[in-house]
């Protein structure tokens, strides 16, 4: 589960403070889906990233599967990155030359998950989504 409470996000420009983020409470459960909207501008990347682990808020309580994250080190954000949490974005670089199960399995290789289990793996995700019925 994610859990966040209060989550801001500003950024310095010299002497002036930016806020992007301002009291953002969430909770997404287990296996939900969930679409993050608004207008251009108004914080959705930021926040985006910081559920991603890939930036920190200013301040505010931020939960992953019960542990807090403002806690973790770099590293150990990196392991929940990569281990524990899965994306679908709105607009995203694919493999041009590789179809769209290899893609979905490229981050598995920088995991050093099994090529065999990869491809499982890939064909689970598929089943589950909109391109389920469509060939590789």
């Known amino acids: 589960m994610i859990w966040m409470e209060g989550i801001t996000k500003t950024y310095q420009l010299g002497e ?5 983020l301002k009291g953002i409470n969430l909770a997404i459960e287990e296996a939900e889906y969930v679409a993050i909207m608004g207008a251009s501008g108004s914080g959705k990347s ?14 505010g309580d931020d939960v992953f599967e019960g542990s807090d994250l403002t806690t973790f080190n770099d590293d150990e954000l990196a392991y929940v ?11 995203f670089n694919l493999l041009p030359c590789a179809t769209a199960l290899e893609n979905v399995m490229v981050p598995m290789v ?9 491809r499982e793996r890939a064909k689970q995700a598929k089943k589950a989504s909109w391109f389920g019925g469509k060939d590789e």
């Open 16 to 20: 002036i403070t930016v806020p992007v």
């Open 46 to 59: 930021t926040l985006m990233n910081i559920i991603s682990c890939l930036d920190r808020a200013t301040s």
């Open 81 to 91: 990155r990569n281990q524990r949490i899965g994306f679908v974005f709105q607009q």
């Open 110 to 118: 920088y995991a050093n998950v099994p090529q065999s289990v990869r």
